[in-house]
């Protein structure tokens, strides 16, 4: 069975810092990989997935199939990033089953 | 466009009972999928439907059901409710299944005493 796992809980650091959201995962197959965000009150929304190769607010986040990552990354983080940061999984073929990970609540001092 | 919509967005039942939730996607959307979320943990999947049909599942017991109708809203039943059922139930949409973008509703908060 695929399995996501966000070590950390909670994230805290100051603005203008480097912010690493970490996310593991086990999966046997090969995985579609997203990032959701949920701000204060809002509801959650993707953020990036790793299929698009994209930056979104800043973030970016690679696929490493040989240490099971898809660790989220900003050079410089800002107070409105704070929110809670969900990574997922998708398995491929044809059952749809999403598997996401506990959570880590981003906390950007000012 | 309201995006995804769910009813009610607050729920108390009693042990025993049997509810049932509602969801209406976004226009256009043909799949919807719902999802459990407890406290301090991340959504966990239940279902999902496409065009209808049913195209996963989680790994929930069978009280847990649900259906889409021909406009592509959905109802998620729960019978025989337990206290650990209590939690905050989400709605997505998307155009289709797989990798396309999940739009989520604000959920319905279910408490069972």
Request: include cysteine; charged fraction near 20%; charge should be positive.
């Amino acid at each position: 069975a695929q399995r996501v796992t966000q070590p950390e809980k909670l994230l805290s650091v100051f603005k203008g810092a480097p912010v690493e959201l970490k996310c593991n995962y086990s999966y046997s197959g090969s995985p579609e990989l997203f990032w959701y965000v949920q701000y204060s009150r809002q509801r959650l929304q993707l953020l990036l997935r790793h299929i698009s190769r994209e930056s979104i607010k800043g973030f970016t986040a690679d696929l490493n199939k040989g240490e099971t990552s898809f660790h989220l990354k900003k050079p410089f983080a800002q107070e409105e990033d704070s929110a809670m940061y969900y990574c997922a999984l998708l398995t491929s073929g044809g059952s749809y089953i999403p598997t996401f990970g506990r959570g880590t609540s981003l906390i950007v001092h000012p | 466009d309201a995006g995804v919509t769910q009813s009610p967005t607050h729920l108390i039942k009693t042990r025993g009972q049997q509810v049932t939730l509602r969801c209406s996607p976004i226009s256009g959307h043909k799949s919807v999928s719902w999802y459990q979320q407890v406290l301090g943990q991340g959504p966990q999947f239940i279902f999902q439907y496409y065009e209808k049909e049913e195209r996963g599942r989680g790994n929930f017991p069978d009280r847990f059901s649900a259906r889409q109708f021909p406009n592509y809203s959905s109802e998620l039943n729960v019978n025989a409710l337990l206290l650990g059922d209590s939690a905050l139930y989400l709605c997505a949409s998307s155009t289709n299944t797989g990798g396309t973008e999940a739009f989520f509703g604000q959920g319905t908060r279910l408490t069972v005493v």
